[in-house]
């Protein structure tokens, strides 16, 4: 039986250690993303499947975070920003200039709104069929939400030590309104299952099983965690519309158990090409979406835009993400030195 990786499980101070097959997760989550967008085959779809698969993991991290190690809130929200916000300003910007330039008007609201990540809410209308190449970013805004609540949750005294429990219960309430809005039907929000309250699901029961499992690791086969991840995507694929109410919960035990599974799994998660990947996963889901929207039109079709799309993806990595990202976090770590 594997041992849980004390990287993962340590309430050390500081930033978050990199762990290999955590990365390959991420990896494997992205490369199902861009199956499902350049590499289409019959009755495989990853791009769901990819999605799922980060918010997982996300709510993993963040509640080591927040909740194991207790990073200070200021700390938190720092390493956040540099994360995400100079790659993530930059493809808005890009997006809306392009969009002006080419004749598509849009609304000083639709910009603000995209860029504080509300558009899946607001403006009326919406994140998707507006010609720009945005929709995608609603799941970016669901990381963005369930962040910030969160942080809130850490901040609450009367919680400590009892997160797990309230995480868990907002992630199955995020289950049971994605239920409430399938039995509405029309009557539901327009923005339906991609709405924070039913997709912030994988994150939330991820993060609370997280904080809940600790007393479990010792009784979980190796085989296990495989198993519920290959289920989970099996149901993804084929499964009843009432299925899609496991898949946190598969997903979020095999996230949380890598750390118990065979060696063998441990060292195909961590394989060179798929940490790779995870490392390149942010911009790659960020500049994939303006190729997957103009794939049809583009010489060479899907797999132009798929390579196009990667190469673009790697100058925004090295150029703008990975040195903003440095950069940024040099500057505040020498400002809380004076």
Request: hydrophobic share 50%.
């Amino acid at each position: 039986m594997g041992r849980p990786d004390e990287r993962l499980l340590a309430p050390a101070p500081g930033g978050a250690d990199h762990v290999d097959y955590l990365d390959g997760w991420r990896g494997l989550s992205i490369l199902g993303v861009l199956q499902g967008h350049f590499l289409w085959l019959p009755g495989l779809d990853g791009g769901s499947f990819g999605v799922s698969m980060f918010f997982v993991l996300s709510g993993l991290l963040m509640a080591n975070i927040l909740f194991v190690k207790r990073q200070p809130l200021p700390v938190f929200y720092r390493r956040r920003a540099s994360r995400i916000l100079p790659a993530f300003m930059l493809f808005v910007a890009v997006v809306f200039a392009a969009s002006w330039t080419w004749g598509q008007r849009f609304t000083a609201a639709e910009f603000w709104s995209t860029l504080f990540f509300l558009r899946t809410y607001y403006p009326a209308s919406g994140i998707w069929g507006t010609g720009m190449p945005i929709g995608h970013l609603w799941s970016l805004n669901v990381e963005e939400h369930c962040y910030l609540l969160m942080s809130l949750l850490a901040l609450v005294p009367l919680l400590r030590g009892r997160e797990g429990l309230w995480l868990l219960a907002i992630g199955f309430g995020c289950i049971a309104t994605g239920f409430v809005y399938v039995r509405i039907g029309a009557a539901a929000p327009r923005w339906g299952a991609l709405g924070t309250e039913v997709a912030g699901a994988a994150l939330f029961v991820s993060a609370g099983y997280r904080l809940s499992c600790d007393g479990l690791r010792r009784h979980v086969p190796p085989w296990l965690p495989v198993v519920t991840l290959l289920t989970a995507f099996v149901l993804a694929q084929r499964g009843p519309w009432w299925s899609q109410a496991l898949l946190p919960l598969l997903l979020a035990f095999s996230v949380n158990h890598l750390g118990e599974s065979g060696a063998w799994f441990q060292r195909l998660l961590s394989a060179r090409l798929l940490r790779r990947l995870g490392l390149w996963s942010f911009s790659l889901y960020l500049w994939q979406q303006p190729f997957f929207q103009l794939k049809s039109t583009l010489p060479g079709g899907a797999l132009a835009g798929l390579g196009a799309a990667c190469c673009v993806a790697l100058l925004s990595f090295y150029l703008v993400e990975k040195p903003a990202r440095d950069w940024l976090n040099r500057r505040w770590r020498s400002d809380r030195a004076r």
